[in-house]
């Protein structure tokens, strides 16, 4: 099940995923960056983890490559992790250079994993500083591009 929904504010998008997996797996898949560089990014996209210190405080830096082979490279901070419930991290604001004339704006993502009855709920709340850094990220196809990323995932998840 996807669902992607505004809240009751302009800036805030909400995406959730059902995983068939327990958390502690679900948990693995974005702490290890292993894990992480198989299934991060929209459908078509490869993905290299250059950093990933992951902690309170840490940051994580990893690349998207699109078909064509174009780079996107994103910093985040990492300003929460409470395993294996919470991730919060926020991504630096994209260089126009490389993202052209819609870079994405940085913004705060609150990640929880839960344990339900068929595997782990994942939910994950972007915070946007804007009503119109949302609809820029709206825009660029944020939700179809995570939803396609969590497709990857759940995909990885069966090989394991």
Request: charged residues 25%; aromatic residues 10%; hydrophobic residues 35%.
């Amino acid at each position: 099940m996807t669902i992607a929904e505004a809240q009751d504010d302009s800036r805030t998008l909400v995406i959730t995923r059902m995983l068939k997996a327990p958390r502690a797996l679900v948990w693995k898949m974005f702490s290890d960056p292993y894990h992480l560089a198989q299934w991060w990014g929209p459908k078509g996209y490869t993905n290299r983890v250059e950093e990933l210190d992951f902690r309170t405080g840490g940051s994580w830096r990893h690349v998207m490559i699109a078909p064509d082979g174009k780079e996107f490279p994103t910093d985040n901070v990492i300003l929460e992790v409470r395993e294996p419930e919470l991730i919060v991290y926020r991504n630096a604001p994209a260089d126009p250079k490389i993202f052209g004339d819609n870079p994405p704006p940085g913004f705060t993502k609150t990640l929880t994993l839960e344990t339900v009855e068929d595997g782990t709920l994942l939910t994950l709340v972007c915070s946007f500083d804007t009503a119109e850094h949302k609809e820029a990220v709206t825009r660029r196809g944020f939700a179809i591009g995570t939803n396609e990323s969590f497709d990857k995932l759940e995909q990885h998840l069966t090989t394991l």
